[in-house]
């Protein structure tokens, strides 16, 4: 009955899916990785989310693998021959999204859009989140957007400082958002993307729970 429903609500989306971009046209990845404690305080203790509780220990966290493109668009919802994955299938991908609803969110929203099916398109984002390196920020309420940029460069020698922006929100730290080729190989963010970098000296890191 989910896949069901499930499959009707995509066919739909898929009707107002922006430009009727087709799966696996883009351009390139971005690799969005959330600081979890961040998002809790704006949104996921209000849904008592269970990388919020305490103890719950969570940092970063994969928010997901996006279709992007040159010009600063990007396709979501799109068609796709591929089966939707089963309850199972998101289930086991909790440890990377941080839950089996955010996997499932994911996939509906971008990973239709990579021309992947539902497996290939999880564990190309697992590929892509292994190799990166990030700083644990525990014990740390605050520090230089600067300091933060230096020292995600010198902890990962593929990078390039145009090929990361990192994000905030009301102050605080939300997300670094790295750009690869389709091939997961560091390349220069498109422009628009580069400009929502923050623009804060000092950001807030609230500590993981």
Known sequence: MRDLRAAALAALLILVAPGGAQGGSFDYYVLALSWTPSWCAREGD?????????????????????????DGTWPEYCPTPHRNPSRAQTAAQA???????????QWNKHGRCSGLSAPDYYALTARARDPVALPPLKDLPRIATETLRKTILAAN???????????????????????LTRDLTPRPCD??????????HTLRVPPPR
């Open 46 to 70: 209000a849904r008592d989310a269970p990388t919020c509780a305490p103890g719950a220990g969570v940092g970063w966290s994969v928010h997901g693998l996006w279709p992007q493109n040159d």
């Open 191 to 200: 422009a628009r993307l580069a400009a929502r970098a923050c623009d804060r």
């Open 95 to 105: 440890g990377l999204f941080g839950s089996g609803g955010a996997a499932w969110h």
């Open 157 to 179: 020698a593929t990078l390039a400082e145009d090929s990361f922006v990192l994000t905030c929100r009301q102050g605080a730290l939300d997300e670094l958002r790295l750009c």
